[in-house]
């Protein structure tokens, strides 16, 4: 624009990522590395101990499993959780989830992968990774946003691990 015209240009890199634990962005980096070959990631710093947990189940044990594993979070971590999901489930686990949301209105929140996008919770339970990643061509792209919205925990539930098979 006219306003930065004839103004030195600057570039920053930003290295060093404090947002997620070293064991959620071990994984994040994995999804990014597959969307975009040479990106330039961070390092992360701080470790937590707690791996991602993948929950993977036939369709039929999907929404006990969902709100076992959001039971869970909700126990492991004080603070804020979300539940991702790719916009078109949203409907269907809004009825599962219904209690939770009510319990924990304020602490708990449904989302779909753009909804995450600047946000951070201290738990993220991402909810059929393969639907997020096919939702739109920038799918691996909007999963790596989802993975990264957890500050302490990560769980994935699933009745397909498509996507961790892919990463290698």
């Excluded at 993975?147 to 699933?158: N, S």
């Amino acid at each position: 624009s006219e306003a930065l015209a004839g103004k030195p240009e600057h570039r920053f890199r930003l290295s060093t990522n404090y947002r997620n634990s070293a064991e959620v962005y071990d994984l994040a980096a994995k999804v990014v590395a597959y969307a975009v070959p040479d990106a330039d990631l961070a390092d992360a710093v701080r470790r937590t101990g707690f791996e991602p947990e993948h929950v993977v189940v036939p369709e039929p044990e999907l929404e006990a499993s969902l709100v076992d594993a959001v039971r869970r979070m909700l126990d492991d971590v004080e603070g804020s959780v979300a539940v991702v999901a790719a916009r078109a489930e949203l409907e269907w686990l809004a009825v599962p989830l219904a209690d939770l949301l009510a319990e924990h209105e304020g602490r708990l929140r449904l989302l779909d992968g753009l909804d995450t996008k600047g946000l951070e919770f201290d738990g993220v339970v991402a909810v059929e990774p393969d639907a997020i990643v096919a939702e739109s061509s920038a799918g691996w792209r909007t999963l790596y946003v989802v993975l990264t919205r957890a500050t302490q925990r990560l769980t994935t539930v699933a009745t397909s691990d498509a996507w961790r098979a892919r990463l290698g």
